[in-house]
């Protein structure tokens, strides 16, 4: 081997060789090319933990420490992180130099996990369409909805959450997501959620072509009233418009079904949009399951067999870490244990409501749940109440996720802008002892809320000052 191949080789790119040689240089690195306002907000509220290691239902900093993550990335590590069986089968694919995207060809591997997903549904769907996000599958699903009834019309829910890009933000239900990127797309119109009245009404007009809706809101963790998710499509069906089904966030098993509006029965979804835990976590990948019918006037002709499409669609990694993500789902039984989890920690934080001023409510459906605050009694925990809100409406929740980050290490989520809801959406592969982690370091955290003043609000009033003074800029 000649010197110049040596220095070659010496040179090579070493991936763990890269991440020791800058380890702990994360909010540096956001903050110079990535983005600085996240970065200092993270800082703000102490969120700057630098992660270098994640297995199942954890994560470990710099120092060490570990971390019980009760957010698992928005949802999309349903079965834990790193999960050792997807890795392998990632592995064993590589090995085999198997060809992906080669466009003009039908790749095996999508028709296999098309009908996997297919198996699954509660109702018959035909077709499936695989994008590399929840976003793209709102988008594919607003393009097919207008294509197969011929009208303009979409219909979505106060407080809706359907994604970020320019289609998925005309559907999004809060304001501070769309302030500054308007005009969105026409003909997107907003209506009350869990309003069938006015779901009716809006029907009425004749030009609707879809309801977008969620069976649970992320964004706050709402559950509809029985029945009404099963109303919504026979009413849109009655009207001649399309029930379309956003399980991004509460699909995959994370309710204990496998689609959430399986706990309503028997309802008749056109189209249901996937993504989040399709993979396991490990390639961007959604899916969009659809009706023959809407199909058929979308890919209507051999000229428009590739009218709707995506580069990476179909890709090969994703395809197969999809298919092993749903044997996993089968054969570890994790949607099971979804429910039998979810239930331990909401019934756990029910016991909390009567002993806490400031816990109003909680609400779940397996692994999906909602913390929810309100004002309390007292004169004492009033002032608090109303100093903070006044400070920022958002501001409330942080005294909750900061010392549960801070003094009991679990990674949780406020649910929404101006809404005092802490969210809650851990990987199904929590076992009883994370649940007791949790139960108990949530229960020291309320207890130090209730204490005012104290170390908690002194921390909250300091970030709301910063809050302020960052808008009068």
């Not at 240089?25 to 956001?30: I, L």
């Not at 006015?198 to 029907?203: H, V």
């Not at 008749?268 to 490990?282: N, R």
């Not at 929740?397 to 802490?422: F, K, R, S």
Request: a negative charge.
């Amino acid at each position: 081997m000649t010197s110049d191949n040596v220095k070659n080789e010496s040179d090579r790119l070493s991936i763990r060789k890269l991440l020791d040689a800058h380890v702990g240089e994360n909010y540096e690195r956001q903050a110079a090319h990535i983005n600085p306002v996240a970065a200092r907000a993270l800082k703000t509220i102490g969120f700057d933990r630098c992660y270098v290691r994640a297995e199942g239902a954890y994560l470990w900093d710099v120092a060490g420490t570990q971390y019980l993550d009760m957010l698992s990335g928005y949802g999309v590590f349903g079965l834990g992180r790193n999960h050792p069986e997807v890795s392998r089968v990632l592995k064993e694919f590589l090995d085999t130099r198997y060809p992906s995207l080669v466009k003009l060809d039908a790749p095996l591997l999508s028709g296999l996990l098309a009908e996997e997903l297919k198996k699954r549904m509660p109702h018959p769907l035909d077709f499936v369409f695989f994008t590399n996000s929840g976003s793209e599958g709102i988008e594919t699903a607003i393009k097919y909805a207008r294509c197969a009834t011929g009208r303009p019309g979409i219909l979505y829910c106060s407080k809706a959450f359907h994604g970020l890009t320019y289609g998925s933000l005309s559907l999004n239900g809060d304001e501070n997501f769309r302030h500054g990127f308007e005009p969105f797309l026409t003909d997107c119109r907003k209506i009350p959620y869990d309003d069938l009245e006015a779901l009716e009404q809006a029907l009425r007009q004749g030009d609707i072509a879809a309801l977008v809706a969620e069976p649970i809101q992320g964004k706050g963790v709402n559950i509809p009233s029985s029945g009404y998710l099963r109303e919504a499509a026979r009413l849109c069906h009655e009207h001649g418009a399309l029930f379309i089904d956003d399980e991004v966030q509460a699909g995959m098993g994370r309710t204990g079904r496998f689609l959430a509006i399986e706990h309503e029965g028997e309802v008749d979804a056109d189209i249901v949009v996937l993504s989040k835990t399709l993979s396991g976590g490990y390639v961007p990948v959604g899916a969009v399951l659809c009706k023959k019918w809407i199909h058929e006037k979308v890919f209507s002709s051999m000229q428009r067999s590739v009218v709707h499409s995506s580069t990476f669609s179909e890709g090969s990694l994703a395809m197969v870490a999809g298919l092993a993500t749903l044997d996993i789902l089968d054969r570890q039984h994790l949607i099971q244990r979804a429910e039998t989890f979810g239930n331990q920690l909401g019934e756990g934080l029910e016991k909390l409501i009567p002993r806490f001023e400031f816990l109003k409510e909680v609400r779940w459906r397996g692994l999906m749940i909602g913390i929810e605050f309100g004002p309390p009694s007292s004169l004492r925990l009033k002032t608090a109440w109303k100093v903070i809100h006044k400070l920022d409406k958002s501001l409330f929740p942080q005294a909750a996720i900061i010392p549960l980050l801070d003094e009991h290490h679990i990674l949780t989520q406020v649910a929404g802008n101006d809404i005092d809801v802490v969210k809650l959406l851990p990987p199904f592969v929590i076992d009883e002892s994370d649940v007791q982690w949790f139960l108990e370091s949530f229960e020291a955290v309320l207890v130090q809320m209730h204490k005012f003043p104290g170390a908690v609000w002194d921390v909250l009033t300091d970030i709301g000052r910063m809050v302020l003074t960052q808008r009068a800029r």
